[in-house]
């Protein structure tokens, strides 16, 4: 098993040229499932380990999220981002402390939102996400072991701002220390290939799911990182749920059979 500063060099690499997909496990089981598939890199996503612990979206503590990204950065030998959500903080001292925390469950890549999580005032002020961001650069340089910093501007997902506010708060993250930019919600051709060109030489995280585009296109449109959030996850439990409820409300089983076997998920446990 590689270190977490080799798996660090390894993701950083990843990001110098090119376009790869970080798909999102919820688990340790998914995340060596995915890892058999052959992907190079994984990313946690909050929305997935709420699920799994039986929580929803931003209910989960941080000693919680700390404890599963150790267990997700231990299961496979490929690079971890972590969703870090907001941080787990308001203010830049405990965003940097937090993200010191993060990096010692042996993350490769640390994502930090600008969403503050309040129903009244969803976003933090530009400055306060700017000085969030800095401190969040200033805990990894710190760490020297080159680990990468994702800042999100959540606007245009949360529907708070418009696609040009959005990219501009992106502009000022890039600035402020951002190894690599994500903007989710993006949907269409035109607004990724403007928030390529806005931060660059910088790389773009795209969420996929909004805009109906291929791997392909996404490269071809300069897009560096193309994740899937919560999506994978829900396509779980989504077939789960239709196949209990058939149970549940008919009293059948013939929507649990067929797909894979379990011999086939053990051999890509095992790969």
């Given at each position: 098993?590689?270190?977490?500063?080799?798996?660090?060099?390894?993701?950083?690499?990843?990001?110098?040229?090119?376009?790869?997909?970080?798909?999102?496990?919820?688990?340790?089981?998914?995340?060596?499932?995915?890892?058999?598939?052959?992907?190079?890199?994984?990313?946690?996503?909050?929305?997935?380990?709420?699920?799994?612990?039986?929580?929803?979206?931003?209910?989960?503590?941080?000693?919680?999220?700390?404890?599963?990204?150790?267990?997700?950065?231990?299961?496979?030998?490929?690079?971890?981002?972590?969703?870090?959500?907001?941080?787990?903080?308001?203010?830049?001292?405990?965003?940097?402390?937090?993200?010191?925390?993060?990096?010692?469950?042996?993350?490769?890549?640390?994502?930090?939102?600008?969403?503050?999580?309040?129903p009244g005032k969803p976003l933090y002020e530009?400055?306060?996400?700017?000085?969030?961001?800095?401190?969040?650069?200033?805990?990894?340089?710190?760490?020297?072991?080159?680990?990468?910093?994702?800042?999100?501007?959540?606007?245009?997902?949360?529907?708070?701002?418009?696609?040009?506010?959005?990219?501009?708060?992106?502009?000022?993250?890039?600035?402020?220390?951002?190894?690599?930019?994500?903007?989710?919600?993006?949907?269409?051709?035109?607004?990724?290939?403007?928030?390529?060109?806005?931060?660059?030489?910088?790389?773009?995280?795209?969420?996929?799911?909004?805009?109906?585009?291929?791997?392909?296109?996404?490269?071809?449109?300069?897009?560096?990182?193309?994740?899937?959030?919560?999506?994978?996850?829900?396509?779980?439990?989504?077939?789960?749920?239709?196949?209990?409820?058939?149970?549940?409300?008919?009293?059948?089983?013939?929507?649990?059979?067929?797909?894979?076997?379990?011999?086939?998920?053990?051999?890509?446990?095992?790969?």
């Open positions: 098993m590689p270190s977490a500063a080799d798996k660090r060099v390894q993701f950083r690499k990843l990001h110098e040229d090119g376009c790869f997909v970080i798909p999102n496990p919820w688990d340790a089981g998914s995340a060596r499932l995915l890892r058999g598939l052959g992907f190079k890199a994984l990313a946690s996503t909050s929305s997935g380990m709420a699920w799994s612990l039986g929580l929803t979206d931003y209910d989960v503590l941080l000693d919680e999220a700390l404890s599963h990204l150790t267990k997700l950065s231990a299961a496979t030998d490929l690079p971890l981002n972590a969703d870090f959500e907001n941080g787990f903080a308001d203010d830049p001292e405990g965003v940097a402390a937090n993200v010191r925390k993060a990096l010692a469950a042996g993350v490769a890549g640390v994502s930090i939102e600008d969403t503050t999580r309040r530009t400055v306060q996400a700017i000085e969030r961001i800095k401190a969040a650069r200033a805990a990894i340089d710190m760490d020297g072991t080159g680990a990468v910093l994702v800042g999100r501007a959540e606007g245009v997902l949360f529907g708070h701002m418009d696609v040009k506010q959005t990219l501009d708060r992106l502009v000022a993250i890039a600035e402020a220390g951002a190894d690599c930019l994500y903007a989710p919600g993006l949907k269409t051709a035109d607004d990724i290939a403007a928030a390529v060109k806005a931060i660059a030489p910088k790389p773009l995280n795209v969420l996929a799911g909004f805009a109906p585009l291929t791997v392909a296109q996404y490269a071809d449109l300069g897009v560096r990182r193309v994740s899937v959030g919560g999506s994978l996850a829900k396509a779980a439990y989504g077939g789960m749920l239709v196949a209990a409820r058939q149970i549940a409300d008919e009293g059948r089983f013939d929507a649990m059979l067929g797909g894979v076997t379990g011999r086939e998920i053990s051999a890509l446990l095992k790969g």
